[in-house]
């Protein structure tokens, strides 16, 4: 299994913390996750950051980046502030 921690907005729209997974790669994980919380958490997950065992995926390459059992994915959303 791979546990999806979820950060703050999007653990608002989602309404939990986050949950787990048997996706294989980020792409099939970001497309679990819209259908399960709906479109506006897919609308926020098209700017997110993603990072797997702590480490930024590039958007360029969620959809290749393959998962296994045991990863921790973190999702955040655009942050801002100065």
Not at 20 to 34: I, N, Q
């Amino acid at each position: 299994m791979v546990e999806v921690k979820l950060f703050a907005s999007l653990r608002t729209v989602a309404g939990e913390k986050g949950f787990l997974t048997d996706a294989a790669s980020v792409g099939e994980l970001l497309r679990e996750a819209a259908e399960r919380y709906g479109e506006d958490f897919a609308k926020r997950l098209q700017i997110a950051t993603v990072l797997v065992n702590g480490k930024n995926i590039a958007h360029l390459r969620w959809k290749r980046t393959r998962l296994k059992d045991g990863d921790v994915v973190s999702l955040f959303p655009p942050l801002a502030g100065g």
